[in-house]
């Protein structure tokens, strides 16, 4: 098999050696295994697969699997020039030889393409975590691109080197890097095919270094900043459309009008400078006109306000407070407004990052090729 194999590595257990294995009596010739950052009771792992010729790079510390990826594509570009693409594989257990070549395969008859091996995450003996952070990242990816994919985390992805420039531009180090170049991937006009791959989750998947929390953080860490920057700016927005609304002693539909303008005026300007200035700014806002940005999120803000007042005067006849329904309508339009203010308003130019991995990191040194040998 011409696909050069990547498997990144947190504390493996013996079950990576059958995983190479398994992959060597497939075809498969090239391997890459990232040690990122192993402790040292794993280290006679990484010296069985050293004896049976597979290439270890290690990281001196934990640097995340997005990082690890990085670094074998910077390995495979130098080490394998002739190979048309890299093959990422999970060393937890959750990816089986024959779904490896099963991809590999598509990738053969699509060249070019990024090959994703999808699981169906509804089925029986996937934890409840799992299918609802799916689930969430699913909804958030279709909302995102305009397309559906039911596994955007999956780890079993055939590159093709035409993407390797852009894979090593995109920003992340750990599990967020993964949605983000497939994100980019998308938004770029690249192909992307589906295979649809077994479903293995050994053990309640208690070989994932995956923390729900704190890697759920970390890829949706742009939505949650865009969150706290909209609770902060709707207190304002709220508490003065609550003053307003107190004071101005005219019919409903005026009072709305005025409260809202006054209080989306000042809640406005702040969240602009918070958004441009932190909530996107790991990609790429503060790179953009800030003059053409401000004309965006202006007629963006317009419309939003437009919504919101022509919503709670169309539900003023409910028998709840004002305030409440303004919360309950701006709460949908704040959805919307965060896909339109990343796709839109705060749109970051990712071909003008600079690649710098390729161009000479750390471990993007030259070394001999070298392949499998039996053990």
């Not at 390797?164 to 192909?191: I, Q």
Request: charged share 20%.
């Amino acid at each position: 098999m011409e696909a050069v194999v990547a498997i990144p590595a947190l504390d493996p257990d013996t079950r990576l050696i059958g995983l190479v294995d398994g992959l060597h009596e497939r075809g498969f010739k090239h391997f890459i295994v990232v040690d990122d950052g192993s402790g040292e009771e794993f280290q006679p792992v990484f010296a069985a697969l050293e004896h049976r010729g597979v290439r270890v790079v290690r990281h001196p510390r934990n640097l995340g699997k997005g990082s690890a990826i990085k670094t074998a594509i910077a390995q495979m570009r130098f080490a394998y020039p002739g190979a048309p693409c890299l093959v990422t594989v999970d060393a937890d257990g959750q990816h089986q030889p024959d779904d490896v070549l099963r991809v590999c395969r598509e990738a053969r008859e699509q060249p070019g393409v990024l090959v994703l091996g999808t699981r169906d995450l509804q089925a029986r003996g996937v934890p409840l975590r799992s299918r609802i952070g799916n689930g969430f990242s699913s909804l958030y990816f279709k909302m995102d691109t305009g397309m559906r994919c039911h596994d955007t985390q999956t780890g079993l992805r055939v590159i093709p080197r035409t993407l390797f420039s852009l894979a090593a531009r995109t920003p992340g180090s750990r599990y967020d890097f993964e949605m983000n170049f497939l994100t980019r991937v998308v938004k770029d006009g690249h192909s992307v095919r589906v295979v649809p791959i077994r479903t293995v989750y050994e053990k309640g998947n208690a070989g994932s270094h995956f923390s729900t929390v704190r890697d759920s953080l970390i890829i949706y860490r742009q939505f949650v900043r865009f969150s706290m920057s909209s609770i902060a700016c709707s207190v304002v927005d709220l508490s003065m459309f609550a003053l307003l609304t107190a004071l101005v002693g005219l019919d409903t539909a005026a009072t709305v009008a005025i409260a809202t303008v006054v209080a989306r005026m000042f809640s406005g300007m702040l969240n602009f400078d918070l958004n441009r200035g932190w909530s996107f700014a790991e990609t790429g806002s503060l790179e953009g006109k800030a003059r053409i940005q401000a004309m965006r999120y202006s007629t963006l803000f317009v419309v939003q306000m437009v919504a919101s007042m022509g919503l709670v005067t169309l539900l003023s006849f409910l028998p709840v407070p004002l305030v409440a329904i303004k919360a309950l309508v701006d709460g949908g339009l704040f959805f919307v407004s965060h896909f339109i203010q990343r796709n839109w308003v705060f749109e970051p130019k990712a071909r003008g990052l600079r690649p710098a991995l390729l161009k000479g990191g750390a471990h993007a040194r030259k070394l001999p090729a070298h392949g499998y040998r039996a053990a």
